[in-house]
């Protein structure tokens, strides 16, 4: 089954967001719970959230993917910044509470120069923390370009922060993958996909990829750097993307557009991807 989907704005609410997903002929889709450079959240309004139960089960959506702040960052080295994530990390899973079993999408952060061997047990305290064994929400590592001193541009570096984790929390974590980003930090998925599956697998385990941030890169391979192209226009291009799509070990997985469109181009996109998907 192929769930494709875009960002979307959660300005006008849950129901708003499904019934734009349905107009653009998506099935899942990716949003914020709150401004994304942080701020306060709207409260949540429970006949909205029916609402948007009822056309999710009425046009077969796959699960939907909440993205953290981007101000969100648990492996700061300011105290301060590290609180204000685990308050709203704490928040947010609260609010997904509201619908329990899909998922909540994070940046690992920044070690702004204090290393990752510290960086990563202070991510690893807060999801100790908020991933309690009462929340329902399954919490996903992102995997990063390796910009500047961002934590995550290496399977290695997530399988850690999996590996040190609790029970509750390590029963409910699992990876975001993003095409440009892995592409940018140098996992080559349009020359050697079969190869960096594997490796993943070996190391993080795929079990644990539940969802897909489909982005071409407008920098080349291993660049380290984060700019979102759209599909075919960038250094994946189109034909390496549409090979990732069909790859069989990536079936049923949510795939997510982030690349620089309007509504418009985003349907265009989905389309194009449902015209060039080759399984059932």
Do not use: W
Not at 56 to 75: E, R, S
Not at 79 to 105: C, S, W
Not at 205 to 226: P, V, W, Y
Not at 253 to 275: D, S, V
């Amino acid at each position: 089954m192929l769930y494709i989907g875009c960002h979307l704005s959660s300005a006008g609410g849950f129901q708003a967001m499904a019934e734009t997903a349905v107009k653009i002929q998506a099935n899942t889709f990716q949003f914020f719970l709150r401004n994304p450079r942080g701020g306060a959240a709207k409260d949540i309004d429970i006949k909205d959230v029916k609402n948007f139960q009822k056309i999710a089960q009425q046009n077969n959506f796959g699960k939907v993917l909440a993205h953290a702040p981007y101000t969100l960052n648990p492996c700061s080295k300011d105290l301060k910044t590290r609180e204000f994530a685990r308050q709203v990390f704490a928040d947010d899973l609260q609010r997904m509470e509201h619908i329990p079993g899909n998922l909540y999408n994070f940046h690992p952060g920044s070690h702004v120069g204090q290393g990752v061997k510290i960086a990563i047990p202070q991510i690893v305290e807060i999801l100790d923390e908020v991933m309690t064994e009462a929340k329902h929400t399954t919490v996903l590592l992102e995997t990063m370009s390796g910009k500047g001193s961002e934590v995550g541009s290496t399977f290695e570096e997530l399988a850690e922060i999996i590996a040190q984790t609790k029970d509750n929390a390590l029963e409910k974590l699992g990876v975001c993958l993003d095409t440009c980003h892995v592409y940018s930090a140098g996992y080559d998925i349009i020359n050697h996909l079969d190869e960096v599956l594997e490796k993943f697998d070996k190391i993080i385990g795929l079990q644990r990829l539940q969802a897909i941030h489909l982005n071409d890169s407008m920098t080349e391979f291993n660049s380290h750097k984060d700019r979102h192209e759209k599909l075919g226009q960038g250094s994946l291009g189109l034909e390496g993307i549409i090979r990732f799509v069909n790859h069989p070990a990536l079936q049923g997985i949510p795939l997510n557009l982030e690349t620089p469109n309007e509504l418009a181009g985003y349907a265009e996109e989905i389309a194009m991807i449902k015209k060039n998907y080759q399984h059932d």
